[in-house]
């Protein structure tokens, strides 16, 4: 036994032993580390992408709750698990975790333990395949996040830009091979992302207390601010955007935005950008007009609301709006419904809606 643990010791480089112990001393208290199951480990990894981890984490503690498990969840209806992801954005994430659970329950309820497996699942991605392998099931393959891709190019003063393909790729293979002879590959690859979201930060990294800092040549050539290297960023389009809170007999139009559509499966009130020329007021009704066949009176406006998505960024405008016609009389491509202003809270809505919400509280 000694001598196969001192094969496995020599295999392994003494800068990811290095890591690893470190991780065991100040690795953060996490609700998915203090009970690790695929399960769990899947969700956390979906929830965590693009998402600082002290914002997952009331969402991941809740999501528990009322899906404790995969059968739970591949019970529970897409508008359910969409309420339950409200604020997280990129919500296709919430749509494919049931539509992979619903998979695996009619596959036997178990995970698979390989990565290729895990891969080929809906939703499921090289990056969440290789934590639920590795932290689950001790599987010798690599995560490579954002946080890997930093250290990494730090680590080799890596003149390629991380925002390409290459780098992840060659990152990924570099230390699959490397974790071969690890013991601990799911240890490490948590190591990895902890050193880049503690120690080896965007800004004001903490060199003075990288366990790596003897093996980085970034740090070692007194160039860590240099690098990673990032292609020129692109200038983000900004929308202008009217919507409408349409009344009726004290109740409210909303419409579900289609599956294929950004924000899918979400619900919204009816409007679109402003065309050349147009008020907001006037885009308004005629984005109403041209979405539900409905002339409204337009009223004042609620707010202005300033809100940025990943790719573009939107000023939305928000009316209060009156229609004395039929309520049958709405003629949508989606689905609508009239709802009372107190069962708004049961509907999945984009964030940007609850600024409306806010603003209508301060309104009264």
């Given at each position: 036994?000694?001598?196969?643990?001192?094969?496995?010791q020599?295999?392994?480089?003494?800068?990811?032993t290095?890591?690893?112990e470190?991780f065991?001393?100040?690795?953060?208290?996490?609700?998915?580390?203090e009970e690790q199951?695929?399960?769990?480990t899947?969700v956390?990894?979906?929830?965590l992408?693009?998402?600082?981890?002290?914002?997952?984490?009331?969402y991941?503690?809740?999501?528990?709750?009322?899906?404790?498990?995969v059968?739970?969840?591949?019970?529970a209806?897409?508008?359910q698990v969409?309420?339950?992801?409200?604020?997280l954005?990129?919500?296709?994430?919430?749509r494919?975790?049931?539509?992979?659970a619903?998979?695996?329950?009619?596959?036997g309820?178990?995970f698979?333990?390989?990565?290729?497996?895990l891969k080929?699942?809906?939703g499921?991605?090289?990056?969440s395949?290789?934590?639920?392998a590795s932290?689950?099931?001790?599987?010798?393959?690599?995560?490579?996040?954002?946080?890997?891709?930093?250290?990494r190019?730090?680590?080799?003063?890596?003149?390629?830009?991380i925002?390409?393909?290459?780098?992840?790729?060659?990152?990924f293979?570099?230390?699959?091979?490397?974790?071969?002879?690890?013991?601990?590959?799911?240890t490490?690859?948590?190591?990895?992302?902890?050193?880049?979201a503690?120690?080896?930060?965007?800004?004001?990294?903490?060199?003075g207390?990288?366990?790596?800092a003897l093996?980085?040549?970034?740090?070692?050539?007194?160039?860590?601010q240099?690098?990673?290297k990032?292609r020129?960023?692109?200038?983000?389009?900004?929308?202008?955007v009217a919507?409408?809170?349409?009344?009726?007999n004290?109740k409210l139009?909303?419409?579900?935005?289609?599956k294929?559509?950004m924000?899918?499966?979400?619900?919204?009130?009816?409007?679109?950008?402003?065309e050349?020329?147009e008020?907001?007021a006037e885009?308004?009704?005629?984005?109403?007009?041209e979405?539900?066949?409905?002339?409204v009176?337009?009223?004042?406006?609620i707010a202005?609301i300033r809100?940025?998505?990943?790719?573009?960024?939107i000023t939305?405008h928000?009316?209060?709006?009156n229609?004395d016609g039929?309520?049958?009389?709405?003629l949508?491509?989606?689905?609508?419904?009239?709802v009372a202003?107190?069962?708004?809270?049961?509907?999945?809505?984009?964030k940007?809606?609850?600024?409306?919400?806010?603003?209508?509280?301060?309104g009264?």
């Amino acid at each position: 036994m000694n001598a196969m643990n001192d094969s496995t010791q020599q295999k392994t480089p003494a800068w990811m032993t290095a890591l690893t112990e470190w991780f065991s001393v100040h690795q953060r208290s996490m609700p998915w580390r203090e009970e690790q199951s695929p399960y769990r480990t899947w969700v956390s990894e979906m929830m965590l992408q693009q998402t600082q981890v002290a914002s997952v984490i009331p969402y991941f503690q809740r999501f528990m709750e009322a899906f404790p498990n995969v059968e739970a969840l591949a019970a529970a209806t897409e508008e359910q698990v969409l309420k339950l992801w409200e604020g997280l954005g990129y919500y296709s994430r919430a749509r494919q975790l049931a539509a992979c659970a619903r998979q695996i329950v009619a596959q036997g309820g178990r995970f698979p333990e390989e990565f290729e497996a895990l891969k080929a699942l809906p939703g499921i991605g090289p990056y969440s395949a290789a934590a639920i392998a590795s932290i689950c099931f001790g599987k010798p393959v690599a995560v490579v996040d954002g946080n890997v891709l930093r250290v990494r190019a730090r680590m080799l003063m890596d003149e390629e830009p991380i925002d390409g393909t290459a780098p992840r790729r060659r990152y990924f293979e570099e230390l699959t091979q490397a974790l071969q002879g690890h013991p601990e590959p799911g240890t490490f690859n948590q190591a990895m992302m902890e050193l880049g979201a503690l120690v080896c930060r965007p800004k004001a990294p903490d060199c003075g207390n990288c366990p790596v800092a003897l093996w980085c040549e970034a740090f070692q050539h007194h160039a860590v601010q240099d690098f990673p290297k990032k292609r020129p960023a692109k200038q983000v389009p900004h929308y202008e955007v009217a919507v409408g809170l349409v009344y009726h007999n004290g109740k409210l139009l909303i419409l579900k935005r289609l599956k294929e559509q950004m924000l899918g499966g979400l619900w919204e009130f009816p409007g679109g950008k402003l065309e050349d020329g147009e008020t907001a007021a006037e885009a308004a009704a005629r984005e109403i007009k041209e979405e539900t066949g409905l002339n409204v009176a337009i009223g004042d406006e609620i707010a202005v609301i300033r809100h940025a998505y990943s790719h573009f960024h939107i000023t939305m405008h928000a009316f209060y709006c009156n229609y004395d016609g039929e309520m049958n009389a709405v003629l949508c491509s989606r689905p609508w419904k009239w709802v009372a202003e107190t069962e708004l809270a049961a509907y999945p809505f984009p964030k940007a809606n609850h600024k409306i919400f806010e603003a209508m509280e301060k309104g009264r």
